[in-house]
């Protein structure tokens, strides 16, 4: 089955930019979706399709994916953005990362 | 209100069964496919099960393979998952997820989850 590795952690200070990537076998080739989970909420999709953000999510939200690695990409972080980040894709089933936690102080 | 609503967690001993349902409400459930997406306590999220708009594809994790069974009745706007041999790796939330419709373009819609246990 296809592997996706996430980083446990990163931490900014509020304003800096966060990168969090996911790493497989030539994701580059695959789309990748990523979610934002808050403490004691669902899941929220904050990018699609390696680059696209549904409606309602700031533009400080960016994506990109190529080679070995995708990246979700958050300009000017702020604290209301501390969650676990989440990649998926596709690959003959639905695959998760393992996610990674994202620290703004 | 566009929205999932699941149902029929619990605790339950190793070895038994449970049967989690997910209504639907606010839009064509017939036109997602829908997930179940489960989360054990302090992990993270792991892909279970998947039924396309008219169940013609069924998928499983190979975690739950031959042990939960995925079905949905779209005119009552119902997903049903009937879990079987049930172990302790089996609790966790379980969340009810929507496809988005074009493709391969991630879950836009999640459930509150219903949270299995499994115990003696």
């Known amino acids: 089955s296809y592997e996706v590795t996430q980083s446990l952690s990163v931490s900014v200070a509020p304003g800096q930019t966060a990168r969090i990537a996911c790493g497989g076998n030539n994701i580059g080739g695959k789309n990748v979706h990523w979610y934002q989970q808050k403490p004691g909420q669902a899941p929220i999709l904050v990018i699609y399709r390696d680059v696209n953000r549904p409606s309602g999510i700031p533009e400080r939200f960016s994506g990109s994916n190529s080679g070995n690695s995708a990246t979700l990409t958050i300009s000017n972080a702020q604290v209301g953005d501390e969650a676990d980040y989440y990649c998926q894709l596709w690959d003959n089933n639905w695959v998760f990362g393992g996610g990674t936690k994202l620290t703004v102080l | 209100d566009v929205q999932l609503l699941e149902s029929g967690g619990g605790l339950v001993k190793p070895g038994g069964s449970l049967r989690l349902s997910c209504a639907a409400s606010g839009f064509t459930f017939s036109d997602y496919s829908i997930n179940w997406v489960r989360q054990a306590p302090g992990r993270g999220l792991e892909w279970v099960s998947s039924i396309s708009t008219s169940s013609r594809y069924i998928y499983y994790a190979d975690s739950v393979k031959g042990r939960f069974t995925l079905a949905r009745d779209n005119a009552k706007n119902s997903l049903y998952l009937q879990m079987t041999s049930l172990r302790a790796n089996d609790t966790a939330l379980y969340y009810c997820?929507?496809?988005?419709?074009?493709?391969?373009?991630?879950?836009?819609?999640w459930g509150q989850g219903t949270l299995v246990t499994v115990s003696s």
């Open positions: 997820v929507r496809e988005a419709k074009d493709g391969d373009d991630g879950f836009d819609m």
